[in-house]
Each structure stands twice: as C-alpha cells, then as structure tokens.
C-alpha cells in the first residue's frame, strides 16, 4: 500500500501546454505539499494545504494552481507550461499542523520540451 | 537568500568508515530539524531528526550533533555501508505558526565505496 502516490510518475510535454499532476495519501492527514525539486536537486515548498484549506504560497507563478477537492487528495494543475518548469514534483503529507514529519510521494518528473 | 546552508556538496567514503555532513542555519525561530535520505528515482524519507533542547540524538549508526549557539548541525553515519549511497539532505522548519514547511538545504551526494 503505498502512503503517498503521484500520477503520473513521468510527464513529457510542449511548452504552452495545460498539464495536471494528482497526489492521493492514504495515511489519514490532515496537511498536504507540493514540493518542486530542481536539476540541481534543490528542493522547496511550493505550497501547503491543511483540511482543504491553502495555507502556504511560496510566490509561485499563477500559471500553478493547487486544487484539494478533500484531505486525502491535492491536484497540481499548471498552464502554459514553460521550459523553466521541467522539474521533478512531489507531494508529501503530514499528520497536520505541529506535526512536522512529512512523507513525501515518488515524484512526478516533467519535462516540458 | 539561503537559508539553511548544507557541506559538502558530494562525499566519497570507504565502507566502514564515518560520514559526515554539516548544516548552518540563519532563522532563529527554526525549532525542529529533520534530515531526509533520497534514494535516486524516490522521494525523500525522514532519517531522523532532532529538537533544538538536545545537543545529540543517536538512531542507530546515525547520529545528529546539534550546536544552538552556532546554529549548526550535522550528520555523522558511522560504519557507512554501500546501502548507504544516496542524496541526503538537512532541513529546518517551526513546529509552530510556520505552517510545517521544510526548508531543505542544498543536499549531499554520497557514495560509500567497497
């Protein structure tokens, strides 16, 4: 059973393009992320959800927009896709707020050609 | 502007031997410091981590050495194992108020040789 699971795994595309990534736990958290792990491996937040509601927006472009339809679930949808965006996306999840640890998904590789 | 600072950038250590990676911290209001292992292809796993009242916490061959007043703290793998090759990195973050983000540093490469 895997506790936190991305699809898809690997997500090739043309610039301009509208592209989504879905994330789904199993673990029965509260706060859901979006992290953004660049070639250089530099991780960081992109955003950060906590019972459906938005709760941290690291000054991410508006073409990135974060959809949590239920605790379980945080979709990533971004438009207009740009080369600078190929990168790798995880999700992660924690117990909520005061609980720190976090356990992130596999990845979604983009690579916007 | 960086604000956890991680070194080296790689390290090549014989099987056996101890592996140690340093991070610096500037924010002051950071109270729990995590280290995550990331294996290629994977996300990051939590190794271990450690609250800013404790200068040491030890899980198994991993030990965090924690310096408040320096605002430091590093990663110590003794009898590292080939197993052990992965990318590695520190983070920092507030249990309150700062919303469980992580701020990672830059990562390590490691690789443990035979």
């Known amino acids: 059973d895997t506790a936190v699971s991305q699809t898809p795994k690997y997500l090739v595309t043309q610039m301009g393009n509208d592209k989504s990534i879905k994330c789904e736990q199993n673990?029965?958290?509260?706060?859901m992320y979006w992290y953004k792990q660049d070639s250089k491996k530099f991780l960081k937040i992109m955003f950060s959800?906590?019972?459906?509601?938005?709760?941290i927006n690291e000054t991410v472009p508006n073409r990135f927009s974060p959809k949590s339809p239920d605790k379980a679930h945080l979709n990533l949808h971004i438009n207009s896709l740009e080369l600078g965006d190929s990168a790798v996306y995880f999700c992660a999840s924690s117990k909520g707020q005061g609980y720190t640890e976090a356990f992130f998904g596999q990845g979604t590789r983009l690579t916007v050609v | 502007q960086q604000q956890v600072k991680q070194s080296p950038q790689s390290l090549i250590v014989q099987k056996g031997g101890i592996s140690i990676i340093n991070c610096a911290y500037e924010?002051?209001?950071?109270?729990?410091f995590p280290w995550y292992q990331q294996f290629p292809g994977k996300g990051p796993a939590l190794l271990i981590a450690?609250?800013?009242?404790?200068s040491e916490k030890k899980e198994g061959r991993f030990t965090i050495s924690f310096n408040k007043s320096a605002k430091q703290f590093s990663l110590h793998i003794m009898d590292s194992q080939p197993g052990d090759s992965a990318t590695y990195f520190c983070?920092?973050?507030?249990?309150?108020?700062?919303?469980?983000?992580?701020?990672f540093g830059t990562g390590t490469q490691l690789k443990v040789e035979l």
């Open positions: 450690i609250r800013p009242d404790v």
């Open positions: 924010n002051t209001a950071f109270d729990y």
């Open positions: 673990l029965g958290h509260d706060t």
């Open positions: 983070a920092a973050s507030r249990i309150t108020g700062g919303g469980n983000k992580l701020t």
């Open positions: 959800y906590n019972n459906k509601e938005l709760i």
